[in-house]
C-alpha cells in the first residue's frame, strides 16, 4: 500500500509505536553502521529459482506445498496469505497476479510454452482463496469491508466497473494468444515443467493459531519501544535471537 510501520501508528485508534514495532524496518543509519551492503546473486549466477529450490530439497529436505493461485509450489509455503490473499489483492488492483509472473519465468526458461502459461493465468487468476476468511476474522473486518477497501484501489486501466456494480477485465493475455511479433519470440519448450509436493516434517502439527513473525533481534529501539529512534543514532550492542512468534 506504500505505507511503512510508522504510517500506521495512530493514537485514535489504539495503534501506538510498540504495536507497530516488529515490523520498523532498520533505519539508514543503522545499515550504514553494521556495513550492510546488498549484493544480488542473479547478477553473478544463473538464478533458477525452480533448480535452486529442487537442490534444497534434496540437500536440506526442505519443504514444497500446493498453492491455491499458481502452479508454483515451492515459493511463499511459508506463509497462509502469500500465495492466498496478498496475491489475490495483486490480481484485485492491477487485474495480473503471481502465477502470471511463475509462468512468464518457465516461458523464459524454456520449460513451459506460451500456450501452456496462458492455459495456467486462466486457470489460477480468479480462484478466490480459502485463507480469505483467516484474514477477515483476524482483522475483524467482513466481506463487505474487505471489498470496499479493495475496490477503491483499482487500477481502472485494467478494471471497469458496470452499471450493476460488477467489475470486469479490459483485458487479458488470453485475448493476445497470437498477434504480430508472436511467433518470431515463440521459445521452444525443452524440457518439462513440474513442481514436486514434498511430505511434511510435522504430519501430526496444528495450525490452528494465526501467527505473526517479529524481526530476528532485539535491542532497546524494539518490542516495547514507545519512542522513534533519535536522529543522530546511539545505538546499543544487539542482542541476536531466534525469531519470535506471537
Known amino acids: 500500500m506504500g505505507l511503512s510501520a510508522e504510517d500506521m501508528i495512530d493514537p485514535a485508534a489504539g495503534i501506538s509505536r510498540a504495536d507497530v514495532?516488529?515490523?520498523v524496518y532498520p533505519y539508514d543509519n543503522e545499515l550504514e553502521r553494521v556495513g550492510v551492503r546488498g549484493i544480488y546473486l542473479s547478477n553473478y549466477i544463473r538464478w533458477d529459482?525452480?533448480?535452486q529450490h529442487e537442490q534444497m530439497i534434496e540437500t536440506y529436505g526442505y519443504e514444497s506445498a500446493v498453492q491455491q493461485r499458481t502452479f508454483n509450489t515451492y515459493e511463499d509455503v511459508h506463509c497462509f496469505h502469500s500465495a492466498g490473499v496478498h496475491d489475490y489483492l495483486k490480481y484485485l488492483k492491477?487485474?495480473?497476479s503471481k502465477v502470471t509472473d511463475h509462468?512468464?519465468?518457465e516461458i523464459r526458461l524454456k520449460r513451459m510454452t506460451r500456450d501452456e502459461g496462458i492455459a495456467l493465468v486462466q486457470r489460477y487468476t480468479t480462484a478466490e482463496p480459502d485463507d480469505l476468511p483467516l484474514f477477515l476474522d483476524w482483522a475483524e473486518m467482513s466481506r463487505e469491508e474487505f471489498f470496499a477497501c479493495v475496490n477503491d484501489r483499482r487500477d481502472p486501466r485494467i478494471w471497469q466497473r458496470g452499471s450493476g456494480g460488477?467489475?470486469?477485465l479490459l483485458d487479458s493475455v488470453a485475448n493476445h494468444r497470437d498477434g504480430p511479433g508472436v511467433e518470431a519470440a515463440r521459445?521452444?519448450?525443452v524440457e518439462p515443467c513440474v513442481y514436486r509436493v514434498t511430505p511434511t516434517a510435522e504430519p501430526n502439527a496444528k495450525e490452528d493459531a494465526y501467527l505473526l513473525m517479529g524481526r530476528g533481534y532485539v535491542d532497546k529501539y524494539d518490542y516495547g519501544a514507545l519512542e522513534d529512534q533519535p536522529a543522530g543514532g546511539g545505538l546499543t550492542p544487539r542482542t541476536w535471537v531466534r525469531p519470535s512468534l506471537f
Open 103 to 105: 509462468a512468464s519465468r
Open 94 to 96: 492491477l487485474g495480473y
Open 21 to 23: 514495532q516488529p515490523f
Open 49 to 51: 529459482a525452480k533448480a
Open 187 to 189: 521459445l521452444p519448450k
Open 166 to 168: 460488477e467489475w470486469s
